[in-house]
């Protein structure tokens, strides 16, 4: 079993990129020869992001009706055991809802049963450059919580509204 297992949280908007970006992460982990577990949040209680991503990973799972970051925190975990039991993968993406704060998920990563395992965490938060102007209190704390920011949909948008953002 590995000694300890990277997890990455993304978070972002609903159409922001997340899954695109999620479907690279799980080609270049094929690509390499690894085990990359996901565990995709949708607010809703039907997801498509299982269908999107498709066999790419070692194991996908799907929490829906609410987000990992409050009302599916306890699912989140026993997940996350239960992929370090089953899978024992190379690493973990956790691909938040739209609604989700994705530092607060982070926070149940040292929860006991999980902190004792889990490597280097970090939170990428996918930024929509058409939305990148919107002011929104939940946007701003998405942001926020962000170790690292990806512009997306930069081709959408002109050069004056990317050099503003």
């Known amino acids: 079993m590995n000694a300890s297992v990277p997890v990455l949280v993304v978070g972002g908007f609903l159409g922001s990129g997340k899954t695109t970006l999620v479907r690279h992460l799980l080609a270049d982990a094929q690509a390499r020869g690894l085990r990359m577990a996901v565990i995709s949040n949708e607010f809703g209680a ?3 992001d299982a269908a999107l991503i498709g066999n790419g990973a070692s194991r996908m799972v799907e929490l829906a009706g609410g987000c990992v970051c409050c009302t599916l925190s306890d699912e989140l975990v026993e997940t996350l055991i239960e ?3 089953k899978v024992d993968p190379d690493r973990i993406v956790i691909e938040c809802s739209g609604l989700a704060l994705p530092f607060d998920t982070q926070l149940h990563l040292y929860r006991p049963g999980v ?3 889990i490597g280097d965490e970090a939170c990428l938060v996918v930024v929509d450059a058409e ?6 209190e939940l946007f701003a704390e998405q942001l926020q919580s962000a170790d690292l920011a ?3 949909k930069c081709d959408l948008v ?3 509204t990317l050099i503003h953002a």
């Open 46 to 48: 039907l997801g498509i």
């Open 83 to 85: 992929i370090r039991t």
């Open 115 to 117: 902190r004792e395992w």
């Open 131 to 136: 939305r990148w102007d919107e002011s929104d």
């Open 150 to 152: 990806v512009l997306n």
């Open 158 to 160: 002109s050069n004056e």
